[in-house]
């Protein structure tokens, strides 16, 4: 029987070439000038830290724009996703920028087997990632066996808020959960959040929400301590208002 990570690698699996192509991902930047970041890591600069010389990991790393923005800075990078072909993309795209990658196919939570325990000074984890795991505290113990004594978690997220409530109607009505439940909202739908024209064939996906309680109560019990907690009031998810006109630019 098919369990909620066969529903949702191959909705990943499917939207990698769609989101290679999309301009939302800005590959041919990445291509044509040696100093461009994604989006996201401009976004997370200031409360970034320097990761110059530090060995990094980016867990659920996509299509690794953002993990090469990373390189970028100068972290020493591995990356981490159940997609073949993002992790084969994340791949290719480091080669041609000239920087180095570990890049692995794993499950998120079979990390420490694959990656090794305390093996990074840093732990990245970027938007979109953890509504697609049922289990926040497993999620977390995986992200401290990771890290070597000291080392540190940047999260960014889009806020457990946003994915309770139901799009188009004004963000008025709580529709989801908030909480982490066991069951899975179950999305069918054909799209994804880059521009495209393109259709997805798989269009079955299984998310859970985690509160922001749960996910900081979560990297506390794993053994880790809180330096900073920002909220911000806009996010490059669909779901997200356009609070900075921004929309899903990565
Ligand atoms: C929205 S992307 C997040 C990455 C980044 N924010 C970006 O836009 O490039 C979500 C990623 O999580 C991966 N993913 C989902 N569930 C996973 C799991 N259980 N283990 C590993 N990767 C997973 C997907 O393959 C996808 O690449």
Not at 54 to 71: E, F, K, N, W, Y
Request: with cysteine; charged share 25%.
């Amino acid at each position: 029987m098919a369990d909620y990570r066969d529903y949702n690698k191959a909705n990943w699996d499917e939207r990698v070439p769609v989101h290679v192509a999309s301009p939302d991902y800005h590959v041919e930047q990445f291509l044509a000038d040696p100093s461009y970041l994604s989006g996201v890591v401009r976004f997370d600069l200031p409360r970034l830290g320097d990761v110059s010389g530090l060995r990094g990991v980016h867990l659920q790393c996509h299509i690794g724009t953002d993990t090469v923005s990373l390189a970028r800075l100068g972290a020493r990078m591995s990356a981490l996703d159940f997609s073949a072909p993002a992790i084969e993309h994340a791949r290719s795209l480091a080669g041609r920028l000239g920087l180095s990658l570990d890049a692995h196919v794993a499950d998120v939570y079979d990390a420490v087997r694959v990656l090794g325990a305390a093996s990074y000074d840093f732990v990245y984890t970027g938007i979109g990632a953890l509504c697609w795991l049922p289990d926040i505290e497993r999620w977390a113990s995986v992200v401290a066996g990771l890290l070597k004594p000291g080392g540190r978690l940047f999260l960014r997220e889009g806020h457990p808020m946003l994915a309770s409530l139901e799009p188009g109607t004004d963000y008025a009505e709580v529709r989801y959960p908030y909480f982490e439940v066991p069951e899975p909202v179950v999305w069918e739908g054909g799209g994804t959040y880059v521009e495209t024209d393109l259709e997805l064939r798989t269009t079955t996906t299984h998310e859970w929400n985690h509160g922001l309680g749960q996910v900081i109560s979560a990297v506390q019990q794993a053994g880790l301590t809180f330096d900073s907690l920002s909220e911000h009031d806009s996010a490059p998810l669909e779901r997200a208002p356009r609070a900075d006109d921004r929309g899903c630019d990565r």
